[in-house]
């Protein structure tokens, strides 16, 4: 269900170190929910995902820049 760097922001953001192994879909929505302070409340959709997309979109746009030899 999650990529590969939007399961690893879910670990950055939360300042937890990552796992070897890549974690279970319920580890992984479980980060994600503390992002948006999760209440589990009737209409609460789904919280921090945002955050997640626009972190991996980042960690991306690192590699190309780094693969580039840019030196930002």
Known sequence: MFEPDEWKAAYILNKQKLPCKPPTLKEVVRLVA???????????????MQRIVDFAAGLRFSRELQAAGSCV
Request: proline share 7%.
């Open 34 to 48: 503390r992002l948006g302070g999760f209440l589990a409340g009737t209409g609460d959709g789904e919280p921090g």
